[in-house]
């Protein structure tokens, strides 16, 4: 995919924040739409279908949790790639983006080319899943890679891009126990800081959807799929 391809949604109040980081956007060759509210990030989203929404958190209308909630149950929008950009540096501010569905949580200030460089990374990391689409079976559970949905005993599971990522990675390998680390690298790379939290965040939400027997927690290393209670 080109760059003249790709869709950026960024949405913030304040408009010189638009303007400077829409400028840049625009000048690394991305198609750049705005909004300054969540209401108007859903209509411009529906409306654009854009591959990558920056999302400010503080907003009128509807702040940027909100929005992001909204935004991942609309079935048209389930690839997009949702990073918060945002002042809000807090922990909790951080687990909330990330409940909401958030596969990036970027905090302000920041500098246009270090911006440019994550998103780059996280473009990077949805043209490689999108290349490497494919689907497998463990137990009664499909994985579909193309779709980015789980099946389990013929019942369609839709999972946020981090969620299908951080399953795909724990499924490929069952019984293996994952170090945090590993999963911290695979699933939102090296260039990403999030909190420690974000793991178990993302897991416990896993064992809601597809089951809790299936996640084992291994105190002080890391987390594995078992096939069954064990």
């Not at 010189?16 to 509210?37: H, M, R």
């Not at 108007?40 to 920056?54: Q, R, V």
């Not at 290349?131 to 499909?142: A, C, L, N, Q």
């Not at 993302?202 to 069954?228: A, P």
Request: charged content about 35%; overall charge neutral; some cysteine.
């Amino acid at each position: 995919m080109n760059k003249s391809d790709i869709k950026i949604l960024l949405v913030d109040d304040e408009p010189d924040i638009l303007e400077i980081i829409g400028y840049n956007l625009k000048n690394e060759g991305y198609q750049v739409f705005t909004a300054e509210n969540g209401l108007e990030a859903i209509k411009a989203a529906k409306k654009n279908t854009p591959h990558l929404i920056l999302l400010d958190i503080m907003m009128p209308e509807m702040d940027g949790i909100e929005a992001c909630e909204k935004i991942r149950k609309i079935k048209s929008l389930d690839n997009v790639v949702i990073a918060f950009l945002t002042a809000r540096g807090e922990d909790y501010s951080q687990v909330a983006g990330f409940e909401a569905g958030a596969d990036d949580y970027i905090t302000k200030p920041i500098k246009p080319k270090v911006l440019i460089s994550k998103i780059k990374s996280l473009l990077r990391r949805l043209k490689s899943n999108e290349e490497s689409g494919d689907s497998f079976k463990i137990g009664d559970i499909v994985i579909d890679r193309d779709e980015y949905v789980v099946y389990k005993a013929g019942k369609k599971i839709s999972l946020p891009r981090k969620e299908f990522e951080l399953f795909s990675l724990l499924t490929s390998k069952p019984s293996k126990v994952f170090k945090r680390e590993v999963i911290l690298d695979t699933v939102w790379g090296n260039e990403v800081v999030v909190g420690g939290r974000t793991i178990d965040v993302h897991i416990r939400k896993l064992r809601e959807k597809i089951g809790d027997d299936h996640f084992k927690t291994v105190k002080g290393v890391g987390y594995k799929f078992v096939l069954r209670d064990s």
